[in-house]
């Protein structure tokens, strides 16, 4: 905060965690003034509230929030994403793990590694989000948030499905009599499970790869075993040719 790209950080830590802060922890801030982690727990440092609950929708939801700071859980990656601010993604286990090179692949996070980040790696990667040069991560983050808003909308999506089903229902039937199939039924519905699962076609190819080579093998034993009587009438055929071939050539000599 001294350098200048952040004025301030909400903090939420629960009463349980706060049991293992070491809250003698001391801090140097500017012109050397020191403070300690339970003076921030007190709130006596004036750029930091630390509370053991904040509405994290509604904090996000504010122009004055810059960046988002978080584990790269489901929920929270989505609201990130939801409320267009760009994060500084920490992943510590399970699915945070395989979040975090997602949302840094979308542009719009940066990542540190939880085993050897520094705080001067913090100051600096926090530098590169809020200053944004080049505009890429504001860019990424309206991106990302258009389309997060348009995936929220799976409610009334469902709602509109349902009533589709419930319209075409009320329409498509004379007493317990069926008119028409059912809208959006899907051509599969209507077949038997042996065509519907394509069966008749793996039906047919798999005969086929086993008919070609049988026949093959059949035919070629066949084959060596006539090999004197079809050498025999091959060589007859090729003779009988040749003089037709010959009687031929002499009639065009006649001519």
């Not at 020191?34 to 007190?42: D, H």
């Not at 500084?88 to 996070?109: C, E, H, K, Y």
């Not at 540190?112 to 980040?117: Q, S």
């Not at 348009?150 to 009334?156: D, L, N, Q, T, V």
Request: one cysteine or more; glycine letters at 10%.
């Amino acid at each position: 905060m001294d350098q200048g790209p952040i004025a301030g950080v909400i903090w939420s830590i629960p009463e349980a965690a706060r049991r293992d802060i070491d809250t003698s922890h001391q801090f140097s801030g500017t012109g050397g003034k020191g403070f300690t982690f339970a003076s921030l727990l007190k709130g006596e440092h004036s750029s930091f509230l630390i509370t053991t609950f904040a509405p994290q929708r509604v904090i996000l939801d504010h122009d004055h929030t810059v960046i988002y700071l978080t584990h790269g859980g489901g929920s929270s990656a989505n609201e990130g994403l939801y409320h267009r601010k760009p994060m500084l993604a920490i992943g510590f286990f399970f699915d945070q793990i395989s979040n975090v090179p997602r949302l840094v692949a979308s542009g719009t996070s940066e990542a540190l590694d939880k085993f050897r980040f520094t705080p001067e790696e913090v100051c600096q990667t926090i530098k590169l989000l809020s200053e944004d040069i080049d505009g890429l991560y504001k860019r990424n983050c309206t991106r990302m948030q258009r389309i997060a808003r348009a995936a929220s909308r799976r409610k009334e999506l469902g709602a509109d499905l349902i009533e589709e089903v419930m319209y075409d229902t009320e329409g498509r039937f004379d007493g317990e009599k069926e008119l028409r199939p059912m809208h959006l039924q899907t051509a599969d519905m209507r077949m038997s499970t042996f065509k519907a699962r394509n069966w008749d076609l793996w039906l047919v190819g798999l005969v086929t790869l086993g008919v070609v080579p049988l026949a093959s093998i059949i035919v070629g034993k066949w084959a060596w075993t006539e090999k004197r009587t079809i050498g025999h009438w091959v060589g007859g055929n090729c003779q009988e040719l040749d003089r037709l071939i010959a009687i031929v050539y002499r009639a065009d000599c006649n001519v």
